[in-house]
T-cell receptor, first 118, second 112 residues
Framework: AQKVTQAQTEISVVEKEDVTLDCVYE???????LFWYKQPPSGELVFLIR??????QNEISGRYSWNFQKSTSSFNFTITASQVVDSAVYFC???????????????FGKGITLSVRP | DSGVTQTPKHLITATGQRVTLRCSPR?????VYWYQQSLDQGLQFLIH???????AKGNILERFSAQQFPDLHSELNLSSLELGDSALYFC???????????FGNGTRLTVT
């Protein structure tokens, strides 16, 4: 069965600090997809990034970067020069079931609450 | 704006009652998922519909049921409500198996 572990529960940083959110996953599938979502205090779930299991190229998008390492089953997310608006709960999620196609659901980690203080 | 619409935003009801939560997916998305978010359980998958057919069930109680209609909107029915059913209920849709889920803003259910 698929599982996503976000060992950090709460992180507090001061504005402009860099912060890395950890995610470790378990799956028996060879083809799967990983996602990060953000849930700001207003409550909506916002999609940030998707990565497939064949693509270990790390990505940078503005202040955000992602580090996918298949060897350690990790998909970590770094915010550079954090800002108060980054305060939110961040969820890592796994979607497997390539061969079951439309049946595949997202399994979420418990989330990491990030607080960025001014 | 994700394009997924959920109504109502808030619902307050008493134990033992029945409520219906409604979801309209993004235009063109055939898949609809329902998730429950509570403080102790996190985001839990409830059920998945694809083009009107139930495709997968998660930790959904027998008191809960759902359906997807020909116009692709979906409803989640919660009956014999208990205090522990108080949670944020999200609907999400996606266009294909490997695309991200796009979530609605959720329905916050409070059972008193």
């Amino acid at each position: 069965a698929q599982k996503v572990t976000q060992a950090q529960t709460e992180i507090s940083v001061v504005e402009k600090e860099d912060v890395t959110l950890d995610c470790v996953y378990e799956t028996r599938d060879t083809t799967y997809y990983l996602f990060w979502y953000k849930q700001p205090p207003s409550g909506e779930l916002v999609f940030l990034i998707r990565r497939n299991s064949f693509d270990e190229q790390n990505e940078i998008s503005g202040r955000y970067s992602w580090n996918f390492q298949k060897s350690t089953s990790s998909f970590n997310f770094t915010i550079t020069a954090s800002q108060v608006v980054d305060s939110a709960v961040y969820f890592c999620a796994l979607s497997e079931g390539f061969f079951t196609g439309a049946n595949s659901k997202l399994t979420f980690g418990k989330g990491i609450t990030l607080s960025v203080r001014p | 704006d994700s394009g997924v619409t959920q109504t109502p935003k808030h619902l307050i009801t008493a134990t033992g009652q029945r409520v219906t939560l409604r979801c309209s997916p993004r235009s063109g998305d055939l898949s609809v998922y329902w998730y429950q978010q509570s403080l102790d359980q996190g985001l839990q998958f409830l059920i998945h519909y694809y083009n009107g057919e139930e495709r997968a069930k998660g930790n959904i109680l027998e008191r809960f049921s759902a359906q997807q209609f020909p116009d692709l909107h979906s409803e989640l029915n919660l009956s014999s409500l208990e205090l522990g059913d108080s949670a944020l209920y999200f609907c999400a849709s996606r266009s294909s198996y490997n695309s991200p889920l796009h979530f609605g803003n959720g329905t916050r259910l409070t059972v008193t």
